[in-house]
């Protein structure tokens, strides 16, 4: 198992790091202001990785994830072994650490999607140990008391049906998730709506049937492509309007024209006005930047980690991060930072 981390002589993995008592009150100084930008210092290099503190929890794929103000969080995924796990983490730019926090409630479980509203985060979907899809959402509340683990509580179950793999983006105060294996590729969308507690169907997504794809937001309008259809992997992508309920074409990632750029199973993000894709199925080692405007894919240097399915990708400020995620049957913990240089 691919194992390259900074943890403390002697501690085991999974097991809490014990944070000197200033760290853990820049923890809570953060979390008191969830919606603010904390100071970080630029690696210098425009378009230049670095490695950061590896993920201080078993080395897994399949894991789920979303952001709240300047903090990462991470959970559920599948291990070396593929057995399905539930712990759940949150990585502190500030600090550059991880921090066990409250395990996911439902069933341990890989495949799942993750997003968040305001300050709170949401995790569901995916598939549990023995391989049955689910349909079960669940929120969490970072907590403001002396431990810091934040809560779980149940929501709404998804409105459409069980799945693995699926897609999910925020804009404004609603979340859209769609896509996904529910033993059979998908393509239909739904909104939730955290005031109601409630989903609502929205237009289904125009592109082939799909599992594994990537989607970010920039400006308040969805993106979404690449993925896996009947075994092909895909390079379409699609841009959805939430205010007017359509999706429209957009050019093929990167321009349909360049060999092994089609993929499945990548990452995704955006980082201001500008999105991110990388990883996945592909031998293509490229960070491709998306530019709405001129609706255009330009290559950003390469990925400075090994090529890998099914990590988590995501943007705090003005840095891109991946972490996790599988090759063959190696899985990963490391942690890599992105800054595209603007």
């Not at 989903?199 to 289904?204: D, F, G, H, L």
């Amino acid at each position: 198992m691919y194992r390259l981390t900074n943890r403390m002589p002697g501690q085991l993995a999974g097991s809490v790091l014990r944070r000197p008592a200033c760290q853990l009150l820049i923890w809570l100084l953060v979390l008191v202001a969830p919606g603010c930008e904390t100071p970080f210092p630029g690696t210098g290099t425009p378009g230049a990785w670095r490695r950061r503190a590896d993920f201080e929890g078993v080395a897994r794929s399949g894991a789920a994830g979303f952001t709240i103000g300047s903090f990462g969080y991470l959970g559920t995924g599948s291990d070396n072994s593929n057995n399905g796990l539930n712990d759940f983490w949150g990585y502190n730019q500030l600090t550059n650490s991880w921090r066990q926090l409250a395990n996911f409630p439902g069933v341990p479980r890989s495949g799942s999607v993750g997003f968040s509203v305001g300050n709170k985060g949401y995790i569901g979907l995916g598939s549990d140990q023995n391989g049955n899809r689910l349909t079960d959402f669940y929120e969490y509340t970072p907590s403001f008391d002396l431990k810091g683990l934040g809560a779980w509580r149940r929501i709404a179950d998804f409105g459409g049906t069980a799945r693995i793999n699926a897609v999910a983006f925020t804009v404004g105060s609603r979340s859209y998730v769609g896509t996904g294996d529910a033993g059979q590729l998908t393509s239909d969308f739904w909104a939730y709506d955290p005031t109601t507690n409630k989903w609502s169907p929205v237009a289904s997504y125009p592109g082939a049937d799909r599992t594994g794809a990537v989607a970010f937001v920039i400006n308040n309008i969805g993106y979404v492509g690449t993925g896996n259809a009947s075994g092909t992997a895909q390079t379409d992508w699609w841009a959805y309007d939430p205010n007017t309920n359509r999706w429209l074409a957009k050019r093929n990632f990167p321009d349909g024209q360049r060999m092994f750029i089609q993929r499945s199973y990548g990452v995704g993000f955006a980082i201001g006005s500008k999105g991110y894709l990388s990883q996945g199925d592909a031998t293509d080692k490229n960070i491709w930047e998306y530019e709405p405007g001129a609706d255009t894919w330009t290559p950003r240097g390469t990925f400075d980690g090994t090529n890998r399915l099914n990590s988590i990708g995501f943007s705090l400020g003005t840095k891109g991060y991946i972490s996790t995620g599988s090759s063959g049957k190696t899985r990963f913990d490391d942690l890599w930072e992105l800054d595209p240089g603007f």
